[in-house]
């Protein structure tokens, strides 16, 4: 690793409001879950922070329940906790297809919904699922619980409006109605970084969400909007184009996630017709 | 005239028992006798590099270049110094240089950068912490660096092989067919990084370490340390992987840590994380291959012009033997009376390229296979046919001039791999469907090149012990099987059981040089030389065991040397004669799905069907080549250097993605059998020959899918850039 | 930090944050867990925690407090499925074995026969370099056919994602 860890500290909490108070009172505390991103920026010389905040035993944050209507997934929930839940599978399979995508069976044993949220990564593999599900991510604080939309929690590359004496408690998942589409773009058929990831949801509405094509994860109102207004795949494929960012990276080309986005476009739309 | 091959078939659905033909009594070779050290490793007792720890070690870290050429104006040591062991290149009681085939690399940058990653400065410490905390700042005049190998003008070797008359070649054609294929570079990814330990010992040096050829890094380290330092071994570790890679690259590990081990007193390890060693550490040389071709219309080669350009990066290393390997097998196993090839290998400031199985063929046979389909498609000869009517037969001569022998077995391989894949009719129902099947005929050389191992000279021995027998040589397991395979030759040549033979680990004190652990040859060489060594052995015990003839009389020890086989002959300068004691024969069939919403490629399928004479354990012959497969199918699909100013740039398994189960094909393995009476129980060598299929394997399954792929990796990238193909191109109509 | 050890209690003092593959590997002296990248991609440093695979790079030492910890030496050496790795050749250069031993264990145990794609799944956190994978596929099914009999009834098939392509 070449990030020597020594000289940092790393703080237990037991229960939520310590977690809470050490965020507070110790500004600059980097919370610690699944470690899948964390320790992967040690290891190429990163530094997160100095110090750290284990939530591993907030065991109450780990529970995937239902509340009414909503699906409520605990910010700690793993890949393999996802996968195996009734909930999720019934009310929301695609978050299923996404957990189970998600690096290998170890990596889905450790790395948590909150991680890849918090992460905020544009290459997230369940955030595409979340921005179609209208999902709300619920954030406590010192002044107690708020909920955001999914879709105006990221501001930009990497950066969202929890406050840093904030943690993410939880995701809430309002009923999702119509067909749930998911696919993951990542050559490798295993262990792979999405190249594109797209979700979609056909119903009485339709939405559609991309990763790895913009800085952050992003809703693409204006296809949809094409497609909810009855225009064509062609149309839509045409504001699609104007919606998305791509860049070329380490792991593969604007032009081929241009590409690839459009074609997943067209594929959600006659396989959920 | 096609001949039966001997023997048996050994394939996916194997039998576990096995009879020998060659020993009356007992018998190992040929059978799945438990290998050596398969318990070490399924309990993980088995010791590498970096599970060994020496009182008052320190770890080693390296300081590298972080531009690709100019030079160096300073260097700034931003640290409190006190507790480490800094070393640089005046620090070197020897020569300042990687002793291999040239002395043209420094092991310590003095002045002169010539590539990204360069070794400038050595440090140790006895904390990781402090080591990795230290910041050390190089100033540098920059100058222009050349990645471009097509520019470059410092050729490191260049080589001509010419048969017959191109003229005439050409004269006599009716079609010629030309085309550039290129090829990238490959990174090994043994699991294992590199790692050594020096051990400072009684005025002398031992070095520990996972390689492949104690006895390279032992004549690097003697050209380093001079007279300073009287006794130097090298001792192997168990070694996670090599595939070459850890061939030449542990001199220059080795060198560093012995260098730290001198100047503090102490042990010291460097082992390499993985994103250094996926930066610092050679790469499969990148090709691009050019074909000009003549054929009658019926499809006889009547002329063959290749051109092979590889890039050999800032150093020579083992690029000019790289370059030999991939010229000879430049024309592929086709019969061709007129072929001129013409290679050459040319520095860039890149990071040395190097050693990777296959050593140059599997670029080319690659450039050769894919221009094969072409060839196909231009005259509307199935690729079957096509490659029956060129394919080299017992008596025909190579492109050196080298006389075939009984054991050439391209059409059988052919045909068979044609039979048990239905080829043909898969060939013709999968057209225009999105789905593609692809073949490729290859062969490979065992042994060292040319005069290669006349050169080497190499020795091995065997010792009686209390329990049997011992086995002395260089030659190192690095998963292949190596301590397994010769036991058993060791084993059935003595008549005593596979159980009574050891083989003492590779310590240059103790074994004797048998040469380097590479080039299909540890079986079929030194397997050979222990035949020899074990028939003395049982004639000098008159019909007494080995451990009673230890008991009585204590040790015995017999050692055999290499000695030339009568009649072979190879002219270096020409290069015309016998480039090789033999050739192991294959061919590939790949059937894949190409995703027409993501350009993605799974391969449903794969069949190997090899001949590499006799397999000495099926089983472990079997993972030679399911691995090698499996390599060549993430060489041709997944694995991407991505190179910016000169250095690797994706240099994570996270970003250079090699294939995991998911991406591995189910593989039906067929060995045939056709038994070379040059080598220990009719074998030859079956390491490198799986790696020179696969990727021309999946390429031409790519064109048969539709796609127009001359370069790998054929990525997704690539493939939704790829010409199309029109259907009716697939030029199987006949 | 206490924790239970291939089966017995442990206590050891370490920075909260070193990676669990090196208290394995430094504080315990288990070198049987091997580093292949440190990013979690490869699984050489596969252990079990709490019966769960997990890659011990990635891992601060913290977490493992109060838990049951397996490494390869806490198999016996006798285990069907190191057997059979014997057997098959699943082992070549040795470096993924027990990362690999490991991962499979779960499938190997349990009683109902894993398809084949349920081990390649199960297994795609491993990368093996040397073998292609398919003897250790081999060994896999062959560790579960010696512990539970060639005829054990095979699982339910994975149930079809009602999503995804």
Redesign the interface.
């Known amino acids: ?6 000289p ?3 703080r ?1 909490a037991r229960t939520l409001d310590a977690a809470l108070k050490i965020l507070r009172e110790e500004p600059g505390t980097v919370p ?1 879950a ?3 991103d964390v ?2 920026a040690l ?2 010389g990163g530094t997160p922070g100095s110090r ?1 905040l ?1 939530l ?1 035993r907030l065991s109450a944050l780990k529970r995937i329940t239902t509340s009414g209507e909503k699906l409520v997934i605990g910010a700690l929930a793993t890949y ?1 906790e996802l996968q195996k839940s009734r909930f999720v599978r019934a009310r929301l ?2 978050l ?2 996404a957990a ?1 995508l998600v ?5 889905q ?2 790395g948590t919904v909150g991680g890849n949220l918090a992460n905020g990564s544009p290459a997230g593999d369940t955030l595409p699922v979340f921005a179609v599900a209208d999902a709300d991510v619920v954030l406590a604080g010192p002044d107690g619980e708020r909920r955001v939309p999914f879709n105006a929690f990221y501001t930009g590359y990497r950066k969202s409006v929890r406050r840093p004496d904030e943690l993410i408690v939880a995701v809430e998942v309002p009923p999702v109605i119509g067909k ?4 993951k ?1 990542g ?7 999405s ?2 990831v797209f979700a979609g949801v056909r119903g009485l509405e339709t939405r559609l969400a991309l990763g790895s094509v913009a800085p952050t994860v992003v809703r693409l109102p204006n296809t949809e909007m094409v497609l909810n207004g009855g225009g064509s795949i062609d149309e839509a494929l045409r504001a699609l184009a104007d919606e998305i960012q791509p860049i070329d990276d ?4 604007a ?2 996630r241009r ?2 986005a459009a ?2 476009v ?2 959600f739309w006659s ?1 959920t017709a | 005239m096609a001949r039966a091959v001997a023997g048996r078939q050994w394939g996916s659905n194997r039998t576990s028992a096995a009879v020998s033909r060659y020993s009356a009594g007992m018998t190992s070779v040929g059978t799945n006798v438990a290998r050596k050290d398969g318990m070490d490793r399924a309990t993980g007792a088995a010791k590498y590099a970096d599970d060994l720890r020496f009182p008052g070690m320190l770890v080693g870290r390296t300081v590298r270049s972080t531009i690709a050429r100019g030079r160096v104006t300073g260097v700034t040591l931003d640290f409190d110094p006190a507790g480490f062991t800094v070393v640089d290149h005046r620090d070197i009681p020897g020569e300042n240089t990687i002793a291999l085939i040239e002395k043209d690399q420094p092991c310590l940058v003095n002045g002169v950068v010539r590539h990204a990653a360069e070794p400038i400065l050595l440090l140790a410490h006895e904390s990781r912490d402090a080591l990795i905390g230290a910041n050390v700042r190089i100033d540098y005049e920059r100058e222009e660096p050349l990645f471009d190998p097509e520019r470059s003008q410092q050729v490191f070797k260049h080589i001509l092989i010419e048969k017959g008359s191109l003229d005439r070649g050409f004269a006599r054609a009716e079609v010629v067919v030309e085309g550039t294929y290129t090829t990238g570079a490959q990174e090994h990814v043994y699991i294992e990084t590199n790692g050594v330990i020096a051990v400072p010992e009684r005025g002398g040096m031992a070095l520990y370490g996972s390689l492949q050829c104690p006895y390279y890094v032992l004549k690097a380290l003697k050209a380093l340390l001079g007279a300073a330092v009287k006794d130097i071994r090298v001792v192997q570790t168990e070694t996670g992987g090599g595939f070459g890679g850890k061939e030449e690259y542990p001199s220059v590990i080795a060198a560093h840590a012995c260098l730290l081990a001198l100047k503090s007193g102490r042990p010291v390890k460097i082992l390499y994380d993985r994103g250094e060693d996926m930066v610092a550490t050679t790469k499969r040389h990148p090709s691009i291959v050019r074909h000009k071709t003549g054929l009658t219309r019926d499809g006889k080669l009547t002329a063959m012009q290749v051109d092979v350009l590889m890039d050999g990066g800032a150093y020579c290393t083992l690029s000019p033997v790289v370059l030999s390997r991939g010229v000879i097998h430049a024309a592929g196993p086709y019969r061709c009376a007129n072929t001129r090839i013409e290679g050459r290998v040319v520095m860039t400031n890149t990071p040395p390229n190097g050693a990777f199985r296959g050593f140059g063929a599997p670029q080319t046979q690659f450039a050769m296979e894919v221009h094969m389909d072409r060839i196909s498609e231009t005259l509307g000869i199935d690729p079957v046919t096509l490659r029956l009517r060129n394919a080299l037969k017992p008596g025909d001569t190579t492109a050196t001039g080298q006389k075939l022998g009984p054991d050439t077995s391209a059409v059988e391989v052919l045909k068979e791999a044609v039979r048990r894949t239905s080829f043909k009719r898969k060939r013709a129902k999968l057209a225009g469907s999105g789905r593609g099947i692809g073949l490729a005929l290859f062969y490979h050389g065992a042994g060292f090149t040319g005069s290669g191992e006349v050169m080497l000279g190499s020795r091995a021995g065997l010792e009686t012990t209390p329990n049997g027998v011992r086995i002395l040589v260089a030659n190192t397991e690095i998963g292949q099987g190596t301590r397994t395979m010769l036991s058993q030759i060791v084993a059935d040549v003595m008549g005593v059981a596979y159980e009574n033979v050891d083989i003492a680990q590779a310590d240059t004190s103790v074994v004797p040089d048998s040469g380097p652990t590479v080039a299909s040859r540890t079986c079929m060489v030194v397997g050979g030389l222990l035949e020899r060594c074990a028939k003395q052995m049982r004639e000098q015990l008159k019909g007494v065991s080995p451990a009673e003839h230890h008991a009585r009389h204590g040790r015995l020890h017999v050692e055999t040397q290499y000695e030339a086989p009568p009649g072979r002959e190879w002219n270096d300068k020409t290069y015309r004669g016998d480039a090789y004691a033999t050739y192991a024969w294959g061919c590939d069939v790949a059937e894949l799905a190409v995703d027409p919403v993501t350009h993605e490629v799974s391969v449903a399928k794969f069949t190997a069907v090899q001949e590499f004479g006799r397999p000495i354990h099926p089983a472990m012959a079997q993972g030679q080549i399911e691995g090698g497969s499996g390599q060549g199918i993430g060489w041709a699909l997944l694995e991407h250097v991505v190179m910016r100013d000169g250095a690797m740039a994706n240099a994570q398994l996270t970003n250079y993605v090699i294939p995991t189960t998911l991406d591995t094909p189910p593989m039906d393995v067929v060995m045939l059998e056709n038994h070379f009476p040059g080598g220990p129980f009719g074998a030859k060598g079956v390491g490198e020959l799986p790696i020179d299929g696969p990727a021309p394997a999946v390429v031409n399954a790519l064109r048969h899918a539709g796609l127009d792929v001359r370069a790998i990796p054929a990525t997704p990238e690539a493939l939704a850039a790829a010409p199309r193909l029109a259907p009716s191109r697939s030029g199987d109509a006949a | 930090m206490k924790f239970t050890l291939n089966g017995a209690p442990r206590e050891l003092d370490a920075h909260p944050l070193k990676r669990l593959l090196d208290v394995l590997r430094e504080d315990c002296g288990l070198t049987g867990t091997k580093e292949g990248c440190g990013e979690g991609e490869c699984g050489a440093c596969t252990v079990l925690v709490d019966g769960e695979p997990v890659v011990s790079c990635l891992m601060p030492c913290a977490q493992a407090e109060g838990c049951d910890v397996i490494t390869i030496e806490g198999l016996a050496g006798n285990h069907p499925l190191q057997l059979a790795m014997m057997r098959e050749v699943g082992a070549q250069c040795g470096i993924c074995t027990p990362g690999v031993i490991l991962a499979a264990r779960g499938l190997v145990e349990a009683a109902r026969r894993p398809t084949l794609e349920r081990v390649r799944e199960a297994l795609a956190g491993n990368l093996c370099r040397c073998t292609g994978y398919e003897a250790i596929h081999r060994a896999v099914l062959s560790a579960h056919a010696e512990l539970h009999g060639p005829s054990a009834k095979s699982a339910a098939p994975v149930p079809a994602e009602e999503a995804g392509a």
Request: aromatic fraction near 12%; glycine fraction near 6%; hydrophobic fraction near 45%.
């Open positions: 690793m070449r990030t020597a860890t020594a940092f500290t790393l237990r610690l699944g470690c899948t320790y992967v290891e190429f750290y284990d591993t393999t399979p695609m299923v297809e189970r690096g290998g069976v170890q990596i044993n450790m749930q589409w998911f696919r773009v050559t490798r058929a295993a262990q792979a970084i190249k594109v380490l792991r593969s080309t032009a081929y590409g690839v074609n997943l067209r594929q396989a």
